[in-house]
T-cell receptor, first 113, second 113 residues
Framework: NAGVTQTPKFRVLKTGQSMTLLCAQD?????MYWYRQDPGMGLRLIHY???????AKGEVPDGYNVSRLKKQNFLLGLESAAPSQTSVYFC????????????FGPGTRLTVT | KQEVTQIPAALSVPEGENLVLNCSFT??????LQWFRQDPGKGLTSLLL?????REQTSGRLNASLDKSSGRSTLYIAASQPGDSATYLC????????????FGTGTRLKVLA
């Protein structure tokens, strides 16, 4: 099993450009999550999904959109990138039942200039 | 609103020492608490998960305890090694029904050879 994978690993964008980050998991997990990690602020939840076709907002959703068209994939989109979105983005997944243990991908380092 | 705090933010110890990392949370109504390890530039690796009905979990040289009533968890690392150098994060999942993790900002541990 590959676990949770993320594409791409690194990306540099100019302000105003758009991009999509892809998260894939092969553990048949129902729940998937997108986080961002910034120095001194820990991980903050952007959006999450509790099943195929469903998405919900997390703590910091503004400027991002997500889609979960297939159970194994969770896409994070930036429609018009801003320097404030420079961060490391992590995807995670978990089973739908207690205890909801989360498994993380390796991260995507995004720089917006 | 649930808040998770980890003190100290950084810790440096000589090899062989036993050490304790602290995690505190403000709302005791949690499903579980999970400890993670993060190496520089890498994703998060799950170390231990303690369910709300449990008091502690052990894995090798690691022991994590949970005291919900006082809103605290500790991660005990026995006989520390340079390979233990990493950032340690704790996260709690609340009983609010939304199955979302709230992360602390982590403790950066350096074990000196």
């Amino acid at each position: 099993n590959a676990g949770v994978t993320q594409t791409p690993k690194f990306r540099v964008l100019k302000t105003g450009q758009s991009m999509t980050l892809l998260c894939a998991q092969d553990m048949n997990h129902e729940y998937m999550y997108w986080y961002r990690q910034d120095p001194g602020m820990g991980l903050r939840l952007i959006h999450y999904s509790v099943g195929e076709g469903t998405t919900a907002k997390g703590e910091v959703p503004d400027g991002y959109n997500v889609s979960r068209l297939k159970k194994q994939n969770f896409l994070l989109g930036l429609e018009s990138a801003a320097p404030s979105q420079t961060s490391v983005y992590f995807c995670a997944s978990s089973y739908s039942g207690h205890p909801y243990e989360q498994y993380f991908g390796p991260g995507t380092r995004l720089t917006v200039t | 609103k649930q808040e998770v705090t980890q003190i100290p933010a950084a810790l440096s110890v000589p090899e062989g020492e036993n050490l304790v990392l602290n995690c505190s949370f403000t709302d005791s109504a949690i499903y579980n608490l999970q400890w993670f390890r993060q190496d520089p530039g890498k994703g998060l690796t799950s170390l231990l998960l303690i369910q709300s009905s449990q008091r502690e979990q052990t894995s090798g040289r690691l022991n994590a305890s949970l005291d919900k009533s006082s809103g605290r968890s500790t991660l005990y690392i026995a006989a520390s090694q340079p390979g233990d150098s990493a950032t340690y994060l704790c996260a709690v999942i609340a009983l609010s029904g939304t199955y979302k993790y709230i992360f602390g900002t982590g403790t950066r541990l350096k074990v000196l050879a």
